[in-house]
C-alpha cells in the first residue's frame, strides 16, 4: 500500500468545482456561470487580437533570447505597469517612491505582498471585506498574517454597508492592514463611489491603516482604466503608502500566462529600494524569478501606443458587453414580472453580479435548469449572452415564484 494511504482527499475547490460540476453535465442547455473568466456572445474563451500582434512580434524578434529574468521580473514590464495603475504623471514614480515586482498573477502578487508584510511590517493583521474573494484568506494566513474582517455588504440594499464598514475600519487596531478591491469588488459588484473612498481615505490615514489594494479587473469595470484605478490614485495623491497587486488575468485576457505586478509606494526613495531588496529575498525561494512570455507581451503592449489604444477598445468592448449582459438579464425578469427588485443587476459593477439568490435556490436552478453558479449566488454575467439570458431569467423567475 502506498506511504501516503494515510492522505484524505481535500474538497474541491469552492469556484473551480463549479467548473467540474458543468462539465460532468450532458444537457445541451447547460450554461456555466461559475467562471471568473470572459466569454463572448457565442460563450468561447476570447484570445484578444492586440495580444496576438504583440506575440507576432515577439516571435518576429531576431534577436529574442529564453534567458531567466532578473528576480524581480521584466524591468519595462515593472515600470509600465506602475504607470497604468498610479497614473503616467504620478509624482510618487517621478519620485522614485514606488518599487515594482513582477509576479504570478494576482494571487501570486498578493502572496509576495503578504509575505513581505508578515516579515517586516509591525503589525501583523489584515482585513478582508465581508464577504471576498475566497482565497484571499487563505492567501493571507498563510503568508503568515492573521486574518479578520470589516463589513462591506448589505444584504437588505444589495448595496454597500458604509456605515458597517467605517465602523469597523474605525476599531480596527492603529497600523492595520486593509485589504480593498480597487474595482469591481468580487463577488458582490458593489463599489464605494469616489465620495466614500474619499471617505474612507481620511479614516484609515487618521488610523495609520496600510491600503493593500487588490486590482484584478481595472479597465473591465467601467471601460475606462483610469476610472477603475481612481480609488488607488486617491490614496497615492496624498503621499501615504500603499501596497498594490495588480493583474492582466481579465484585462488583457492573459490568464493562464500568469502575469502581474505587486507595488509597494513608500514614503521614501531610500525605504523603496530597502523594501525591493527585501522583496527579492521572498521571491528567490519560492519560484526564483518569474516567468517571460507574459511579461513581455504586456510591455510590448503598453509601450506601443498603437498596440495600447487597440488595447483600449477590445478592453472597452468587454466591458460594455458585460454592461449589456446586464441590461438584457434586468429587462428579461421586468418583462417575465419577476418578483422582487432587481435593479441591483444593473447597478453592480465587474464581471459578478450577486444576485440575492440563496443555495436552495441555485441549487434548484443547477437540477431544474441545467445552470452553474457559485452557491452564495454569485454569477458571471461575461458567461452570459443574448442567447442565453432567456433561459437564465425562465430559472430566476422559477427559483423565487
Ligand atoms: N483578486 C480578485 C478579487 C480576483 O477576483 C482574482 C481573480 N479571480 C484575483 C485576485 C487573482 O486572479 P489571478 O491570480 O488569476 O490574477
Not at 515577439?58 to 529564453?66: E, G
Not at 522614485?96 to 508578515?118: P, Y
Request: one cysteine or more; proline letters at 5%.
Amino acid at each position: 500500500s502506498s506511504v501516503f494511504s494515510n492522505v484524505v482527499r481535500a474538497p474541491e475547490d469552492p469556484i473551480l468545482g463549479v467548473t467540474v460540476a458543468y462539465n460532468k453535465d450532458q444537457s445541451p442547455n447547460k450554461l456555466n456561470l461559475g467562471v471568473g473568466a470572459y466569454r463572448t456572445e457565442q460563450g468561447k474563451p476570447l484570445l484578444l487580437n492586440v495580444v496576438k500582434r504583440a506575440e507576432q512580434m515577439l516571435v518576429n524578434d531576431q534577436s529574442r533570447i529564453k534567458e531567466y529574468l532578473p528576480i524581480v521580473g521584466l524591468a519595462d514590464f515593472n515600470k509600465l505597469s506602475a504607470k497604468l495603475i498610479f497614473g503616467a504623471d504620478s509624482p510618487a514614480i517621478q519620485e522614485n517612491r514606488v518599487t515594482t515586482v513582477q509576479c504570478l498573477s494576482g494571487t501570486g502578487s498578493l502572496r509576495v505582498g503578504g509575505e513581505f508584510l508578515a516579515r517586516h511590517y509591525h503589525e501583523r493583521t489584515v482585513y478582508i471585506p465581508q464577504p471576498t474573494w475566497g482565497n484571499h484568506p487563505k492567501i493571507f494566513t498563510l503568508a503568515g498574517l492573521s486574518v479578520k474582517t470589516y463589513r462591506y455588504y448589505n444584504p437588505e440594499t444589495r448595496g454597500l454597508d458604509f456605515e458597517g464598514m467605517l465602523e469597523d475600519l474605525g476599531s480596527a487596531p492603529s497600523g492595520a492592514i486593509v485589504l480593498l478591491h480597487a474595482c469591481a469588488h468580487n463577488p458582490t459588484g458593489v463599489d464605494p463611489t469616489i465620495e466614500q473612498w474619499e471617505q474612507i481615505r481620511q479614516l484609515m490615514r487618521s488610523k495609520s491603516l496600510l491600503p493593500f489594494f487588490d486590482s484584478a479587473y481595472q479597465g473591465f469595470a467601467s471601460g475606462s482604466l483610469d476610472a477603475d484605478a481612481q480609488s488607488v490614485r486617491i490614496f497615492v495623491a496624498d503621499g501615504g503608502e500603499c501596497l498594490a497587486a495588480q493583474s492582466y488575468a481579465k484585462n488583457m485576457g492573459l490568464y493562464g500566462e500568469r502575469v502581474g505586478a505587486l507595488s509597494i509606494v513608500c514614503k521614501t526613495a531610500d525605504a523603496a529600494s530597502k523594501v525591493e531588496s527585501q522583496l527579492k529575498l521572498v521571491i528567490r525561494p519560492m519560484y526564483s524569478s518569474p516567468p517571460l512570455h507574459g511579461a513581455s507581451i504586456v510591455a510590448a503592449i503598453l509601450k506601443d501606443s498603437d498596440l495600447y489604444n487597440e488595447w483600449t477598445l477590445e478592453l472597452k468592448a468587454m466591458a460594455d458587453r458585460i454592461i449589456s449582459m446586464r441590461q438584457e438579464l434586468f429587462d428579461a425578469l421586468q418583462a417575465k414580472g419577476t418578483p422582487g427588485d432587481w435593479s441591483h443587476i444593473v447597478k453592480q459593477i465587474g464581471m459578478f453580479t450577486f444576485t440575492g439568490l440563496n443555495s436552495e435556490q441555485v441549487t434548484f436552478m443547477t437540477n431544474e435548469y441545467h445552470i452553474y453558479m457559485t452557491f452564495d449566488g454569485r454569477i458571471s454575467m461575461a458567461g452570459l449572452s443574448s442567447r442565453t439570458v432567456p433561459h437564465l431569467a425562465d430559472a430566476i423567475h422559477a427559483a423565487v415564484t
